[in-house]
């Protein structure tokens, strides 16, 4: 065999054996010179292979300008703050903060122009991104849009092991097209309003000129999949007794799960279509296996959950009686009392004619009063393609301002542990049980509500959209049609399949030889 030939073979070998790994033949860290925004800025630019990470040192560093990361390569941002304990519910978080990120930005007043971030990461598709191991500090102006936004196409995103002192603002807003899941964080609400995560899915299928979630509410639930942002084993707390202090928001088509985590004076909520301009609500929402706890007395805390927007599935969740409600499902576009209506075709219009009397085409107007089914109202899901701003929105179907055909895909509850002072609080005549909601039934026969048990005692006569939880699968089936179950759910994958990774991969082996004989 000649020398070239040999030479060949070795580069053949070493090419195979990188592809067989499934890792690439290059890692790289990259070392920010400290923790202020130009320093990172300059080390993020240096980024130039996927598998870098890029290092943040100790320091306390106020940022007073948006430090802007587009994403081309898998990518890690790491930092030297730790977080130590379960994150979960039965145990707690605590803080180490080394690397501290002060946010010192100037904003608009309540949220207006301008609503910069300190951090923006635009991700990309088919990369990681991770971001891990900082001390985030909010002092600045307040922010809606949040502290950290992130953005883009990238569905492998992961956010952990990071602290948030957050006080009047939003910590984290997810945008765009973007999923993956916020894990073993640290969330301290020193007291009043507060977002620490708020979800947008604005830019669905990234094919939504608008950004308002138009898209999202076209396509299908998909309830177990990976198409959700995940918020799981992460503490929330609040010092702020007796006031509203929400860990979360959802609007524009957003989509979370909201699992495993450990709650402390804090309550969760989605937001309305007609909350917020053309903007349309929160797409869809799971809620399980979380604990929540307050201080203050008796009904001290309004409700665990306000669900104010399209389908969702709560199970398996401890609240105790600090809470007045354990959850509210509400549609509020049926009077002023949160958020004031234009009419159509300048706005959404009240849902029904109770209130003022005109009502909107909007919505199903089945019951001409109560405006039923309401638009986006929790209990419904997927819809026609809605098109345009206002005033030229219409349903595509039909290029009118009409009823987008929604599917009733009803929220079911199950399971829960609550000693909340009332239990579930919905008006009787915008949401209805056993069509908008099924409550988790202890006798189940089949008729109405949820039940659970084993798949063997499942009943075998069942009415449209009851549903039936068995515990030996962990699968929830629904009722398709009289007498006949068909699979509806099962839960994603837990942990997430991005907590059990570095987020950036390994190095490739070294020390490896070919021998040609």
């Given at each position: 065999?000649?020398?070239?030939?040999?030479?060949?073979?070795?580069?053949?070998?070493?090419?195979?054996?990188?592809?067989?790994?499934?890792?690439?033949?290059?890692?790289?860290?990259?070392?920010?010179?400290?923790?202020?925004?130009?320093?990172?800025?300059?080390?993020?630019?240096?980024?130039?292979?996927?598998?870098?990470?890029?290092?943040?040192?100790?320091?306390?560093?106020?940022?007073?300008?948006?430090?802007?990361?587009?994403?081309?390569?898998?990518?890690?941002?790491?930092?030297?703050?730790?977080?130590?304990?379960?994150?979960?519910?039965?145990?707690?978080?605590?803080?180490?903060?080394?690397?501290?990120?002060?946010?010192?930005?100037?904003?608009?007043?309540?949220?207006?122009?301008?609503?910069?971030?300190?951090?923006?990461?635009?991700?990309?598709?088919?990369?990681?991104?991770?971001?891990?191991?900082?001390?985030?500090?909010?002092?600045?102006?307040?922010?809606?849009?949040?502290?950290?936004?992130?953005?883009?196409?990238?569905?492998?995103?992961?956010?952990?092991?990071?602290?948030?002192?957050?006080?009047?603002?939003?910590?984290?807003?997810?945008?765009?097209?973007?999923?993956?899941?916020?894990?073993?964080?640290?969330?301290?609400?020193?007291?009043?309003?507060?977002?620490?995560?708020?979800?947008?899915?604005?830019?669905?299928?990234?094919?939504?000129?608008?950004?308002?979630?138009?898209?999202?509410?076209?396509?299908?639930?998909?309830?177990?999949?990976?198409?959700?942002?995940?918020?799981?084993?992460?503490?929330?707390?609040?010092?702020?007794?007796?006031?509203?202090?929400?860990?979360?928001?959802?609007?524009?088509?957003?989509?979370?799960?909201?699992?495993?985590?450990?709650?402390?004076?804090?309550?969760?909520?989605?937001?309305?279509?007609?909350?917020?301009?053309?903007?349309?609500?929160?797409?869809?929402?799971?809620?399980?296996?979380?604990?929540?706890?307050?201080?203050?007395?008796?009904?001290?805390?309004?409700?665990?959950?306000?669900?104010?927007?399209?389908?969702?599935?709560?199970?398996?969740?401890?609240?105790?009686?600090?809470?007045?409600?354990?959850?509210?499902?509400?549609?509020?576009?049926?009077?002023?009392?949160?958020?004031?209506?234009?009419?159509?075709?300048?706005?959404?219009?009240?849902?029904?004619?109770?209130?003022?009397?005109?009502?909107?085409?909007?919505?199903?107007?089945?019951?001409?009063?109560?405006?039923?089914?309401?638009?986006?109202?929790?209990?419904?899901?997927?819809?026609?393609?809605?098109?345009?701003?206002?005033?030229?929105?219409?349903?595509?179907?039909?290029?009118?301002?009409?009823?987008?055909?929604?599917?009733?895909?009803?929220?079911?509850?199950?399971?829960?542990?609550?000693?909340?002072?009332?239990?579930?609080?919905?008006?009787?005549?915008?949401?209805?049980?056993?069509?908008?909601?099924?409550?988790?039934?202890?006798?189940?026969?089949?008729?109405?509500?949820?039940?659970?048990?084993?798949?063997?005692?499942?009943?075998?006569?069942?009415?449209?959209?009851?549903?039936?939880?068995?515990?030996?699968?962990?699968?929830?089936?629904?009722?398709?049609?009289?007498?006949?179950?068909t699979t509806y759910y099962t839960p994603y994958t837990y942990p997430h399949p991005l907590?059990?990774?570095?987020?950036?991969?390994?190095?490739?082996?070294?020390?490896?030889?070919?021998?040609?004989?």
């Open positions: 065999m000649t020398r070239m030939s040999r030479i060949m073979v070795r580069l053949l070998f070493a090419f195979l054996l990188s592809v067989l790994l499934g890792k690439p033949a290059h890692t790289q860290t990259i070392n920010a010179a400290s923790c202020n925004s130009s320093d990172v800025q300059a080390a993020l630019s240096k980024v130039a292979v996927d598998g870098t990470t890029v290092s943040i040192p100790a320091g306390t560093c106020t940022w007073t300008t948006t430090l802007t990361y587009n994403q081309v390569y898998s990518t890690a941002i790491m930092g030297q703050s730790t977080i130590t304990g379960t994150c979960a519910p039965g145990g707690s978080c605590s803080a180490t903060d080394s690397t501290v990120i002060v946010d010192n930005l100037t904003r608009g007043a309540s949220c207006g122009s301008p609503d910069n971030p300190a951090l923006q990461i635009n991700t990309a598709s088919n990369k990681t991104f991770r971001l891990s191991g900082i001390t985030f500090q909010f002092t600045g102006s307040q922010t809606c849009g949040g502290s950290i936004r992130i953005g883009g196409t990238g569905q492998q995103t992961r956010v952990d092991h990071n602290h948030f002192v957050q006080q009047f603002s939003t910590g984290i807003g997810w945008s765009g097209w973007t999923f993956g899941v916020v894990d073993h964080n640290f969330f301290e609400a020193p007291g009043g309003v507060w977002n620490a995560v708020k979800f947008q899915e604005g830019n669905w299928g990234n094919n939504d000129s608008l950004g308002v979630g138009d898209q999202s509410w076209a396509a299908a639930t998909n309830f177990g999949s990976s198409q959700f942002v995940f918020v799981e084993n992460n503490e929330f707390h609040s010092n702020f007794t007796g006031a509203v202090s929400y860990a979360n928001d959802c609007t524009s088509g957003g989509r979370y799960v909201w699992r495993y985590n450990f709650m402390n004076n804090i309550n969760i909520q989605t937001h309305p279509t007609g909350g917020g301009q053309r903007h349309r609500g929160c797409r869809a929402t799971e809620v399980y296996k979380n604990s929540d706890t307050g201080t203050g007395g008796v009904g001290a805390n309004f409700n665990f959950f306000w669900l104010s927007s399209g389908p969702s599935l709560i199970w398996g969740n401890t609240v105790d009686n600090t809470f007045h409600f354990f959850v509210t499902v509400h549609s509020m576009r049926r009077d002023n009392s949160t958020y004031s209506q234009s009419p159509s075709p300048i706005g959404w219009g009240y849902c029904g004619t109770s209130f003022n009397g005109i009502g909107s085409n909007w919505d199903q107007n089945s019951n001409t009063s109560a405006g039923y089914r309401c638009l986006d109202q929790p209990g419904q899901g997927q819809s026609d393609l809605l098109v345009n701003d206002f005033p030229n929105a219409v349903n595509l179907s039909t290029g009118t301002i009409a009823w987008p055909h929604q599917a009733l895909e009803p929220v079911y509850e199950w399971l829960n542990n609550s000693s909340a002072v009332t239990y579930w609080n919905a008006p009787a005549d915008a949401e209805i049980a056993n069509a908008d909601y099924y409550l988790y039934a202890g006798s189940f026969t089949g008729a109405t509500g949820t039940g659970s048990g084993l798949l063997s005692a499942r009943p075998s006569t069942c009415t449209p959209r009851v549903a039936y939880w068995a515990t030996n699968t962990q699968t929830l089936f629904q009722c398709a049609t009289t007498n006949t179950w907590t059990q990774s570095s987020g950036t991969p390994p190095a490739a082996p070294s020390n490896l030889a070919a021998v040609v004989q």
